[in-house]
């Protein structure tokens, strides 16, 4: 164990620091407050890039003390938090931003779950998240400097690469499989939250008119419909799908999940191992975690001819880790209707979420996959 984890592994995660609000909040003297490890003190910081997808990360470069060096800690780190003041979506009037539920789920991934779960993810120095204000932040390595490769909507998975990624879920959802709600109390409260917010920030505000949009504050709501047949219009049916969905895949084992497994939140290490990252931790039925996957992170050609060999690779790495996996034909059912969650998903995000090439590229590679698995008929809706 390094000094830096056996450090972290005392406690020292959580972070007593006030929740920055700007970039600019971010310096030398924060960051001494926030990583809070006696001894150590950051005696310069230097902001080299502003992530602007989201607003809510910036790179910094850190100097250390000699405690710090002693430490081991990370010279390039990345900062991701809530940053509300910076980030152009943001409506005071609402009780929650757009980004605040991700924000909110990726912290707690950061200060509870990961902690437990043998998964591959930056390593974190501090992170905070204070209820009271819906804002927090996370302080991990900047993977790119141990020259990670950050995947993007396009970089569709090759078969090796996808299956060095089913591994990994296998790996990280038999830790935790079928857990208990006992054992697992906050990862199932943040799943119902979750699925609220799934069925009413994209499902139902989807279904809404415009001014009705707007009304709720929703005017930067993305729909994708447009792109798609007329099969997927019908708004009403997306909702009953949803509730559906749930159902079904709540029939299925449940597990810890990453809960956002898209392309631009996968990483390959510099030895070609898989990496997750911006993760939302809760526990799920596992073909929500696995049909998310699938479809969003091969092209739809590759993805006919080789989901069924990766769902039965998943099975049997299941099985090597120590979890006992359905039958195929079982399986195959729950890949079928969790399929739909991407589509749900994609069809009506937000421009706070992702760009618009994202979610269009995303929302016709999901829709394609509802069509070929027939999802709509597997859910009987």
């Not at 001014?211 to 504050?217: M, N, P, V």
């Not at 809960?259 to 039925?285: I, K, Q, T, V």
């Amino acid at each position: 164990m390094s000094k830096q984890d056996q450090a972290l592994a005392t406690g020292h995660l959580i972070s007593a620091a006030r929740v920055p609000e700007l970039f600019a909040d971010v310096t030398a003297d924060w960051l001494t407050a926030a990583i809070g490890l006696e001894g150590v003190e950051v005696i310069a910081c230097e902001h080299t890039a502003m992530h602007q997808t989201k607003h809510n990360k910036t790179r910094v470069s850190a100097t250390y003390n000699d405690a710090g060096r002693r430490f081991g800690l990370p010279d390039r780190l990345v900062i991701k938090g809530s940053f509300h003041a910076e980030n152009p979506y943001n409506d005071r009037a609402l009780p929650d931003q757009p980004l605040d539920v991700g924000n909110w789920l990726e912290t707690m991934s950061y200060l509870e779950v990961l902690p437990r779960l043998r998964a591959p993810a930056p390593s974190c120095l501090a992170a905070r998240w204070d209820h009271e204000a819906r804002a927090g932040f996370i302080i991990m390595e900047d993977l790119a400097a141990k020259g990670a490769r950050f995947l993007d909507v396009m970089d569709t998975l090759s078969f090796g690469e996808a299956a060095g990624f089913v591994d990994a879920l296998a790996k990280m959802h038999a830790q935790y499989w079928d857990a208990d709600e006992q054992t697992m109390t906050g990862l199932v409260q943040r799943s119902r939250e979750l699925r609220e917010a799934v069925l009413v920030n994209f499902v139902q505000l989807g279904a809404a008119s415009r001014e009705e949009r707007a009304r709720a504050g929703a005017a930067t709501i993305g729909s994708q419909d447009h792109l798609l047949p007329r099969m997927f219009h019908d708004k009403q049916r997306h909702m009953l799908a949803a509730r559906r969905m749930f159902e079904v895949t709540d029939s299925f084992t449940r597990c810890v999940v990453h809960g956002d497994e898209h392309l631009r939140n996968l990483y390959l290490s510099a030895d070609g191992s898989p990496g997750f990252l911006d993760w939302c931790a809760r526990m799920e039925g596992w073909p929500l975690s696995l049909g998310y996957f699938l479809v969003n992170c091969l092209d739809p050609l590759d993805r006919r001819e080789w989901e069924r060999p990766l769902l039965a690779h998943y099975l049997s790495r299941l099985q090597v880790h120590g979890a006992t996996p359905p039958g195929l034909e079982d399986a195959w059912f729950g890949y079928r209707c969790g399929a739909m969650f991407a589509f749900l998903v994609w069809v009506n995000n937000r421009a706070a979420w992702q760009p618009a090439e994202t979610n269009a590229a995303c929302t016709v590679r999901a829709a394609t996959a509802v069509m070929d698995l027939d999802s709509f008929a597997a859910l009987g809706v």
